[in-house]
T-cell receptor
Framework: QKEVEQDPGPLSVPEGAIVSLNCTYS??????FMWYRQYSRKGPELLMY????GNKEDGRFTAQVDKSSKYISLFIRDSQPSDSATYLC????????????FGSGTRLSIRP | KAGVTQTPRYLIKTRGQQVTLSCSPI?????VSWYQQTPGQGLQFLFE???????NKGNFPGRFSGRQFSNSRSEMNVSTLELGDSALYLC???????????????FGPGTRLTVT
């Protein structure tokens, strides 16, 4: 069983739609939860991070963590064509915070 | 502030050869992590160096090794290349002082390695 499972997509939605991206994980010891965004031919960039259950909002983006269900989500409101990218969920432990475990990534396309 | 740089950007090698990839972190960052990205396995952690010492290691064979210099620049070496080593190799730098300073990583553009 993989440590983190993520639906690879691809996911295509019209501009302005609300996008929901999800991951599940198996190890309850994970304590830090992140979302990275990767544009084509670029390295990933950190989008959001959190270390507790609940919601964290940043502009059009909301990260949600449910530790009891081992489930993490990223919501994008008012999606824009510039949001078209691959989104990777990522987790790490307190004891080895640099050793990031990534999901396989969901390829998202926003249609104008 | 300059970003993470990786050289070379593209590389073609033959099976059995060895290769060395280079990474220059953001100024002031002491941690450099290396990742392998493939379509089948995704982004996988190779190892992390902090202050010239390997601090974390992923599940890769010993053919994959690395080192870090006193100026925080890092190199990754793969010996006896196999076809399956064809991948995008990404390095990432961070302050590395634990917590968010460790998992807030800044990635370079990667080195695309093709093994024939």
């Amino acid at each position: 069983q993989k440590e983190v499972e993520q639906d690879p997509g691809p996911l295509s939605v019209p501009e302005g739609a609300i996008v929901s991206l999800n991951c599940t994980y198996s190890n309850s010891a994970f304590q830090y939860f992140m979302w990275y965004r990767q544009y084509s031919r670029k390295g990933p960039e950190l989008l959001m991070y959190t270390y507790s259950s609940g919601n964290k909002e940043d502009g059009r983006f909301t990260a949600q963590v449910d530790k009891s269900s081992k489930y993490i989500s990223l919501f994008i409101r008012d999606s824009q064509p510039s949001d078209s990218a691959t989104y990777l969920c990522a987790l790490t432990l307190y004891s080895s915070a640099s050793k990031i475990i990534f999901g396989s990534g969901t390829r998202l396309s926003i249609r104008p | 502030k300059a970003g993470v740089t990786q050289t070379p950007r593209y590389l073609i090698k033959t099976r059995g050869q060895q290769v060395t990839l280079s990474c220059s972190p953001i100024s002031g960052h002491r941690s450099v992590s290396w990742y392998q990205q493939t379509p089948g396995q995704g982004l996988q952690f190779l190892f992390e160096y902090f202050s010239e010492t390997q601090r974390n290691k992923g599940n890769f064979p010993g053919r994959f090794s690395g080192r870090q210099f006193s100026n925080s620049r890092s190199e990754m070496n793969v010996s006896t290349l196999e076809l399956g080593d064809s991948a995008l190799y990404l390095c990432a730098s961070s302050l590395g002082a634990g917590g968010v300073t460790s998992y807030e990583q800044y990635f370079g553009p990667g080195t695309r390695l093709t093994v024939t």
